[in-house]
């Protein structure tokens, strides 16, 4: 969705840099030939070195999760603490994958507009659909605001990232779990996995919130955010 969707939290981490960097094919940037995990993570850490940042706090939510646990992978000394919101380690099961196919197809064919009709109910939960209007519009504002190839480049690397389980046991840095209680992408099953495999890790779980928890309930997500930051260590 682009960094924009971070806007709410941008001013609950008073006396901390905020970095909201774009993945490749998000907000104009341009696409990478290796459209994986594995590719995603190495521009982002080439945007780290560019901006002289030694390590940071880090937060991902569901497709930025996938791309946290490739950077507990490739470079862990960056890691200085972890939000790990609405996400897993485990890959797609079969159907899912075939779910992953058709809406490929149908961005090719009819644009983010129509990908942004699929999404809606599935990342916005029923509390969210039924008595936050203006949520819902911002959140399709968002989808639709990044071009077609972007979202179906995106849609491949999460096809094909890696499970991650393994990484959990070797976090060792504040971390705090993240879920939406009405989330039926990333459930709150798969937050209490996290949770138990990452020693010291604080869960959170947002009532009334779906997949997309920091837009939907953006007080308590940065709650949160904040009791994580207070855990870490100086502002960088």
Known sequence: ???????PQRSAAAGWRIVTPSLPGFDGQPLVADGTMSGYTRDLIDTLDRLRIERAVFGGLSLGGYVLFELLRQAPGKVAGLILADTRTSTDAPERLAARERSIARARSDGARAIADD?????????TRAERPAVVAEVRRLIESQPAETIVAGLNAIMTRVDSAEVLPTIRVPTTI???DEDVITPPSDASFMHQRIQGSTLVSIPGAGHMANLEAPDV???????LLSRCAPPL
């Open 221 to 227: 997500f940065n709650a949160a955010m904040q009791a």
């Open 1 to 7: 969705m682009g960094a924009a969707m971070w806007d």
């Open 119 to 127: 999404m809606l109910p599935g990342i916005l939960g029923p509390t």
């Open 178 to 180: 993240i879920v939406g």
